[in-house]
């Protein structure tokens, strides 16, 4: 059995820390062009996805058109979302999504950084988030890219309830899954499809133009110690918050690891990482245990999964959308 998330706490001394990055990484192509993307995230667990969204908040060629959450006290994440667009400047449209799995039962019901949240909160509709994507995506028919950074049950809901809209999309990019046999404290599972693997895997058998998927085998390979992220996380007021709010993380971690910033990156930025097409499998039998991905390359495939990151070039473009910023 998977740890929770709540105790994946010192396996991060299995692999050597990152010591840096400069500027020479940016030699990397980048995508030139603007995008629509709309943000489901469990913000408030693990802190990479305030992490993720501070960057989009600040990154010029992104047009946020909305944020729904997911999983346990999604009201709560909504209002981390909000506290986040708040410090922006940026009015996002915020909705709550749904908290329970499909089918099993829920290992993810609070969101612990919501404790470093000041002053009243604002409150989120609780059932509207499927509504809120269904119209967006209508209303902009293949232009929109679907960033899912958590477990994909309100996309899997959303799928469902409009078997349409995978088609209006122009992509999927989901940080999930584990496609290489890279080493990694969990053995083959990753958390975002274990929380939720019936909606994993309604997802990517979906008739989506084109799914991109970035697993932990990557993601991990990406990461700063507590003292880095103090040192690298005070020349914003949005990444003055995250670091506020990465002391719950780090009372129980020792590394913060960019799982779903690498994937927010990764589209205004898509040298950054290597891909190979192929199709993806969601596991739900018992043995090993539901959840677990497996992947078999096909070139016909509109799935893809990251193969390769570049560390450094990743933190040059993370960190460069703040150092531009006034």
């Avoid at 119209?135 to 899912?148: G, N, S």
């Avoid at 078997?163 to 999309?169: D, K, S």
């Avoid at 880095?228 to 002391?247: G, I, K, M, N, Y």
């Avoid at 499998?281 to 992947?295: C, D, I, K, Q």
Wanted: hydrophobic fraction near 45%.
């Amino acid at each position: 059995m998977a740890l929770r998330r709540r105790q994946f706490t010192h396996a991060s001394l299995l692999l050597p820390l990152l010591s840096g990055f400069s500027s020479s990484a940016g030699s990397v192509a980048v995508d030139s062009g603007h995008r629509k993307i709309l943000l489901d995230t469990d913000i408030g667990s693990d802190i990479d996805d305030a992490v993720a969204l501070a960057y989009l908040l600040r990154q010029p060629r992104c047009e946020l058109l909305g944020i729904t959450t997911v999983t346990g006290d999604a009201q709560g994440r909504a209002q981390l979302a909000a506290a986040l667009c708040r410090t922006a400047g940026i009015d996002v449209p915020i909705y709550a999504g749904i908290e329970s799995p499909l089918v099993v039962e829920s290992m993810q019901t609070e969101a612990p950084q919501t404790r470093r949240l000041k002053g009243s909160q604002p409150q989120f509709a609780n059932d509207q988030a499927i509504d809120f994507l269904r119209a967006t995506i209508r209303a902009h028919p293949q232009e929109i890219t679907l960033l899912a950074i958590g477990p994909l049950t309100n996309i899997a809901t959303l799928f469902s309830r409009d078997p349409e809209i995978p088609g209006l999309l122009a992509e999927l990019v989901i940080m999930g899954g584990k496609y290489s046999g890279y080493p990694t404290p969990w053995g083959p599972t990753e958390w975002n499809i274990i929380v939720d693997p019936h909606a994993a895997a309604q997802v990517f058998s979906a008739a989506v133009p084109k799914i991109s998927a970035i697993g932990l085998d990557i993601t991990w390979q990406v990461s700063m110690s507590p003292e880095q992220v103090a040192r690298h996380f005070q020349q914003d007021p949005l990444l003055e918050t995250v670091l506020d709010w990465s002391a719950v993380w780090f009372a129980e971690r020792e590394l913060l690891h960019f799982h779903d910033p690498l994937a927010a990156a990764l589209l205004f930025n898509p040298g950054l990482c290597d891909f190979i097409a192929g199709n993806v499998a969601v596991n739900l039998e018992s043995e090993p245990m539901p959840g677990v991905t497996s992947f078999i390359a096909n070139t016909k495939s509109a799935t893809r999964v990251a193969s390769h990151v570049d560390p450094e070039a990743f933190f040059t473009e993370y960190f460069s959308v703040f150092a531009s910023h006034p």
